[in-house]
T-cell receptor, first 112, second 115 residues
Framework: KAGVTQTPRYLIKTRGQQVTLSCSPI?????VSWYQQTPGQGLQFLFE???????NKGNFPGRFSGRQFSNSRSEMNVSTLELGDSALYLC???????????FGDGTRLSIL | GQQLNQSPQSMFIQEGEDVSMNCTSS?????WLWYKQDPGEGPVLLIA?????ELTSNGRLTAQFGITRKDSFLNISASIPSDVGIYFC???????????????FGKGTKLSVIP
């Protein structure tokens, strides 16, 4: 059974640009969550989607947005990139809302 | 917001030794989860705990959900070199109104095993 797939694995951008990251959940999983991981702040919750609806959002600025498609695949977008946005962005999916999260290997975003 | 205090931050142990790490919180959680993350990879779920007082094992790993629902510990017995990595605890909170759940993570315990 394929796990959570994130693309691309690595990305280099410059300040002011925008970026879109993609996540394909485990087949049958309807909930997709996004987390940002940095050495200083650790793993922090960005948002969660279920059936194409954002149900919960973490404490991040509006430059961070996301969406979920009818096939449960999800994308997150970061606009007007800042140096501090350099991080590992992790996507996780779960079967039901109360089920444990299963993570992908992340997209490593570096801002120059 | 909610915070998890995970300790120790790092540990160096001899192969074959037992390991213990724990997480405490000022908030109550409905579920405690333990993950392991290897370099260049995402966290992998080790154990999920759903009830206060629950003790669950997964091979050489044992974890417990504290009675107060504000803490959890993870034990690894007879450590081996492949146990090296960063271990994270996570508390799961339900937002029943929105039907949503989110995880609050500890800062991790970096485990090094000396052969």
């Amino acid at each position: 059974k394929a796990g959570v797939t994130q693309t691309p694995r690595y990305l280099i951008k410059t300040r002011g640009q925008q970026v879109t990251l993609s996540c394909s959940p485990i087949s049958g999983h309807r909930s997709v969550s996004w987390y940002q991981q940095t050495p200083g702040q650790g793993l922090q919750f960005l948002f969660e989607y279920f059936s194409e609806t954002q149900r919960n959002k973490g404490n991040f600025p509006g430059r961070f947005s996301g969406r979920q498609f009818s096939n449960s695949r999800s994308e997150m977008n970061v606009s007007t990139l800042e140096l501090g946005d350099s991080a590992l962005y992790l996507c996780a999916s779960s079967l039901e809302t109360a089920s444990p999260l299963h993570f992908g290997d992340g997209t490593r975003l570096s801002i120059l | 917001g909610q915070q998890l205090n995970q300790s120790p931050q790092s540990m160096f142990i001899q192969e074959g030794e037992d390991v213990s790490m724990n997480c405490t919180s000022s908030s109550i959680f409905n579920t405690w989860l333990w993950y392991k993350q290897d370099p260049g990879e995402g966290p992998v779920l080790l154990i999920a705990l759903y009830k206060a007082g629950e003790l669950t094992s997964n091979g050489r790993l044992t974890a417990q959900f504290g009675i107060t629902r504000k803490d959890s510990f993870l034990n690894i017995s007879a450590s081996i070199p492949s146990d090296v990595g960063i271990y994270f605890c996570a508390g799961q909170t339900s937002y029943s109104g929105a039907g949503s759940y989110q995880l609050t993570f500890g800062k991790g315990t970096k485990l090094s095993v000396i052969p």
